[in-house]
């Protein structure tokens, strides 16, 4: 258990609403990432952060936005969600160092935008 | 694209059996790493790899590092019905900035 929570666990929502999901972790990680989930895509990074007020865009970051102003929370927010971000999303945080890092996932966010 | 090709997408077992499970990619990796999902739940670290060549076992499941750093296995023997689920390989390459790409899954699912 890396101690991480993701809330809410399931939304469903309104085309063109605004929409936060949040990951919490309590093991003080430098590095935190949001993953989508999609059937025949694997996991894909959409945004990641390597410390507070420090982010990056992944490969899918198109429509998404995050914010980081404590080590424990990793925002992401979706500014008018569409039906194409229907989807299923997961925290991770980075664990081990250097070469042997690895990634812990939180237990996921389905999302449904009507 | 996809960047790493995992194989087979699914697979029917019997209970029992051993199950080989393969991830391949046209670029060099410098690690690799295999996870299970059940429905419902995130994807859970299994077996962790940062060496060519290396093997490495959790329980009844063994993973490889491939030779040419282009390629991982993880095999389950005498697969049980809670090994069903989805198998995820996910490793870190230069080529993809250091970051963790993933492949599509492998679906297990076990006759009993």
């Known amino acids: 258990d890396a101690g991480i929570t993701q809330s809410p666990r399931h939304k469903v929502t309104e085309t063109g609403t605004p929409v936060t999901l949040r990951c919490h972790q309590t093991?003080?990680?430098?590095?935190m990432y949001w993953y989508r989930q999609d059937p025949g895509h694997g996991l894909r990074l959409i945004h990641y952060?390597?410390?507070?007020?420090?982010?990056d865009k992944g490969e899918v970051s198109d429509g998404y936005s995050v914010s980081r102003s404590k080590t424990e929370d990793f925002l992401l927010t979706l500014e008018s969600a569409t039906s194409s971000q229907t989807s299923v999303y997961f925290c991770?945080?980075?664990?081990?160092?250097?070469?042997?890092?690895?990634?812990?996932f939180g237990p996921g966010t389905r999302l449904t935008v009507l | 694209g996809q960047q790493l090709n995992q194989s087979p997408q699914s697979m029917f077992i019997q209970e029992g059996e051993d199950v080989s499970m393969n991830c391949t990619s046209s670029?060099?990796?410098?690690?690799w790493l295999w996870y299970k999902q059940d429905p419902g739940e995130g994807p859970v670290l299994l077996i962790a790899?940062?060496?060519?060549?290396e093997l490495t076992s959790n329980g009844r499941l063994t993973a490889q590092f491939g030779i040419t750093r282009k390629d991982s296995f993880l095999n389950i023997s005498a697969s049980i019905p809670s090994d069903v689920g989805i198998y995820f390989c996910?490793?870190?390459?230069?080529?993809?900035?250091?970051?963790?790409?993933f492949g599509a899954g492998t679906i297990l699912r076990v006759k009993s």
């Open positions: 991770a945080i980075r664990g081990g160092g250097g070469e042997y890092d690895t990634q812990y």
């Open positions: 790899l940062y060496k060519a060549g």
């Open positions: 952060s390597y410390g507070v007020k420090d982010t």
């Open positions: 996910a490793g870190r390459s230069m080529e993809y900035g250091n970051k963790l790409v």
């Open positions: 093991e003080n990680h430098r590095y």
């Open positions: 670029s060099i990796f410098n690690t």
